[in-house]
């Protein structure tokens, strides 16, 4: 019986340890993603580029990195095509999720801070008023600096590359 109840303290005492991981919903980072949002909501590429690291690196979809400006030109192309709003499931007011976890540093990893996001990305077509929708996935992972080192974009963007393309068509033809 001693030695059950000695295992049994045991497992309890190892099962509380603190993992080192801590996940934040109101932290400064958090908070830094929502104006970020905000400044994709308002179309301002000055306000998303001053939170991005120059040497930011982003993963649509691929584990190909696209460029800043290449970036750049496909958030413009959103904004042209599209009225954008963002939601997390049906209430409007939220917004979209927003959380970020720090990870402490272990034998084969440094230490790495992610904000994650998740919401609704919906937008409705400014040449035949269609409504898209698509559930998003956004983690963003922060440098030294203080400043998004890399964005991993999960979501189908077929629906959005189509409409933008018909979009681009229809205004050559203008």
């Not at 993603?33 to 690291?53: A, C, P, V």
């Not at 402490?104 to 040449?127: E, M, R």
């Amino acid at each position: 019986m001693k030695q059950i109840t000695v295992i049994f303290i045991s497992l309890i005492v190892l099962g509380c340890t603190n993992s080192g991981v801590v996940v934040n919903f109101d932290d400064d980072k958090s908070d830094a993603i929502r104006q970020h949002f905000q400044h994709y909501l308002n179309n301002d590429m000055e306000g998303l580029k001053s939170l991005w690291s120059p040497e930011l690196q982003v993963f649509l979809n691929s584990s190909e990195a696209i460029s800043l400006d290449d970036l750049v030109g496909l958030l413009g192309a959103q904004h042209e095509t599209f009225s954008i709003e963002m939601q997390w499931g049906s209430k409007q007011d939220i917004g979209y999720w927003v959380e970020t976890t720090s990870y402490p540093g272990g034998d084969a990893y440094d230490p790495v801070t992610v904000t994650q996001t998740w919401f609704n990305w919906i937008a409705t077509s400014k040449l035949t008023g269609e409504i898209i929708t698509l559930p998003a996935h956004i983690s963003f992972m922060w440098g030294d600096d203080g400043k998004i080192a890399a964005e991993y974009h999960m979501y189908d963007t077929t629906q959005m590359v189509a409409a933008i393309e018909t979009a681009q068509a229809a205004a050559m033809t203008e």
